[in-house]
């Protein structure tokens, strides 16, 4: 059995990946081809947003979103401490200080209620200066978007939405992707939608941030690629990857009504067993994984492994325990919810062919 089953996946839609490929292979077009201002369109339209900038990986997206915001040396940007690394690594590349955000237990994303106090806290110690938030849809589930984006407009910051786990997520019918200022995706092949390598996006409906995001994405262009007006970055979309997305885009609708199947039925099977995740009302999630909590995890564990069943742990360190982060001198207990999390939690297969 697979945790996520990525080939159980490609003979599903084999026919018509090989195709896509194979299109690619004839135009030859190989970077920025027109396959790649298909999925483009095809993904603003899904998203529900004026603009998709693709990019080469989810982290670069989220270096490109900074970028664009222009977040430096000085400013503090808040993201949860429960979550991968690539969230506050961007921050700190772009000679920012990340601000960590203790976790909402019952959804795992980041708390509100603590985000500000850690605004207010940063206010009164007058080190640096806030500028962003950078909020991550967890597992498949949009973060309180409702709620930061009050807590961001009180305190005149912006929102960053990560939307890597949460594509094909939804608070009230509005879908991941359009809640902040900037969002931002990961194709990493285990994300809901991944190609075979690496890839990015950006959605905004800002038109200046689009056309910085266009410049950025390549050495900081101009008019052409021998007019260079701003410093950028290497980041383009492979044609091949784009052409790969655009098939598992369409097929994206179905996969994520089978997710939310197999999510029910667990829950049915193992609440009572575990602590079983939470979807507010109003929510959807595409269920990028689904995620248990249990008092004895390494037990647990121990079990599905003895029935060949796979289980991962996302994430077993927060950021603030992170050795590249000691420096900023946080203690054990200045999150008690991420740090529980972090002891506690592990992942069951999840894919839209289980």
Known sequence: MQFIDLAAQYQHLKEKIDARIQAVLDHGHYIMGPEVQELEQKLSEYVGVKYTVSCANGTDALTLALMVLDVKEGDAVFCPTFTFFATAETIAFEGATPVFVDSDEDTFNICPADLEKRIEATLAEGKLKPKAIIAVDLFGLPANYPALREIADKYDLKIIEDAAQGFGGEINGRRAGSFGDIATTSFFPAKPLGCYGDGGALFTNNDEYAELLKSYRVHGKGKDKYDNVRIGMNSRLDTIQ?????????????????????????????????????????????????????????????????????????????MHQQTAFKALGYQEGDFPTAEKLARSVFSLPMHGYL
């Not at 008092?295 to 060949?308: I, T």
């Open 242 to 318: 784009a052409a790969v997305l655009l098939e598992k885009l369409a097929a994206f609708p179905q996969e994520l009504i089978n997710r939310n199947e197999a999510a029910e039925k667990y829950t049915a099977e193992l609440r009572g067993m575990y602590k079983t995740p939470v979807v507010p009302e109003g929510y959807v999630s595409s269920w990028a994984q689904y995620t248990l909590t249990a008092a004895d995890r390494d037990a647990e564990m121990a079990k599905y492994k003895a029935r060949g069943i796979p289980t991962m742990v996302y994430y077993g360190t927060c």
